[in-house]
C-alpha cells in the first residue's frame, strides 16, 4: 500500500539556519502530497500541497517540490524562526479516493533555539 | 467561527471502563475523521464518515466504534478500553470539494491504567 517515510527528529537547529526535512513516498498512482505542522498543544494544520510533479507548494516562507523521479517532497526553509518549533508531517493521498483519506508519515519534530 | 472543536481534552481511564469522544465542526463539512496519533507512527485513520449516517472503517478500527447522527457532529467511543488504546486522538472535518485538505481539531489526551 502506499506509504510516507520521514526523517527522524528531532531537527534542532539555531534561529536563521536552513531547514529541510526529508520526505519520501511510495505509491501506486500520482499521489497528492501535503506538509502539516502541528505547533504544541494544537492540532495539524495545512501548511502546504502539492497536486503533480514539478509542482512547488509554498507557504510562510516554505516550500517544497514534488519530485516524481525521485519519490519526494522535501520541505525546506532559508531562515528558520523560534516560533516555527514544530512538529511536520508529510502525507500523500490519493486522487481517485473520493473519501480524501490522508496517509501520513511519523513526523519530525523541529526545535528552533535562539 | 470555532472549526473543528473536541470533548475532553484530557482523560484517564481503567482497564475495562467505556467513554465516547465528542468531536464538533461549525463548517458545514460533509467529510470527518478520526486518527490516532502515537511516538514514532504518525497519524493514523480509524474511522471516518462522509455524511449524516455514514461511517466507514479506517486503517485501525478494533475497539472503537463511530456514530455521525447530526453533520456537525462525529462521536468515537471505546466501549471496553485497554491500555493499547493510549493515545492522543484527533478529529478533523473536510470539504467534499477539497477532501484532502482536512482542518484539525485539538486534540484528546487519553490515558487508559
Known amino acids: 500500500g502506499d506509504s510516507v517515510t520521514q526523517m527522524e527528529g528531532p531537527v534542532t537547529l539555531s534561529e536563521e539556519a536552513f531547514l529541510t526535512i526529508n520526505c519520501t513516498y511510495t505509491?501506486?498512482?500520482?499521489?497528492?502530497l501535503f506538509w502539516y505542522v502541528q505547533y504544541p498543544g494544537e492540532g495539524l494544520q495545512l501548511l502546504l500541497k502539492a497536486t503533480k510533479a514539478d509542482d512547488k507548494g509554498s507557504n510562510k516562507g516554505f516550500e517544497a517540490t514534488y519530485r516524481k523521479e525521485t519519490t519526494s517532497f522535501h520541505l525546506e526553509k532559508g531562515s528558520v524562526q523560534v516560533s516555527d518549533s514544530a512538529v511536520y508531517f508529510c502525507a500523500l493521498s490519493d486522487p481517485t479516493d473520493s473519501w480524501g483519506k490522508l496517509q501520513f508519515g511519523a513526523g519530525t519534530q523541529v526545535v528552533v533555539t535562539p | 467561527n470555532a472549526g473543528v472543536t473536541q470533548t475532553p481534552k484530557f482523560r484517564v481511564l481503567k482497564t475495562g471502563q467505556s467513554m465516547t469522544l465528542l468531536c464538533a465542526q461549525d463548517?458545514?463539512?460533509?467529510?470527518m475523521y478520526w486518527y490516532r496519533q502515537d511516538p514514532g507512527m504518525g497519524l493514523r485513520l480509524i474511522h471516518y464518515?462522509?455524511?449524516?449516517?455514514?461511517?466507514a472503517k479506517g486503517e485501525v478500527p478494533d475497539g472503537y466504534n463511530v456514530s455521525r447522527l447530526k453533520k456537525q457532529n462525529f462521536l468515537l467511543g471505546l466501549e471496553s478500553a485497554a491500555p493499547s488504546q493510549t493515545s492522543v486522538y484527533f478529529c478533523?472535518?473536510?470539504?467534499?470539494?477539497?477532501?484532502?485538505?482536512?482542518?484539525f481539531g485539538p486534540g484528546t489526551r487519553l490515558t487508559v491504567t
Open positions: 463548517m458545514n463539512h460533509e467529510y
Open positions: 505509491a501506486t498512482g500520482y499521489p497528492s
Open positions: 478533523a472535518s473536510s470539504p467534499p470539494a477539497i477532501v484532502s485538505e482536512q482542518y
Open positions: 464518515s462522509v455524511g449524516e449516517g455514514t461511517t
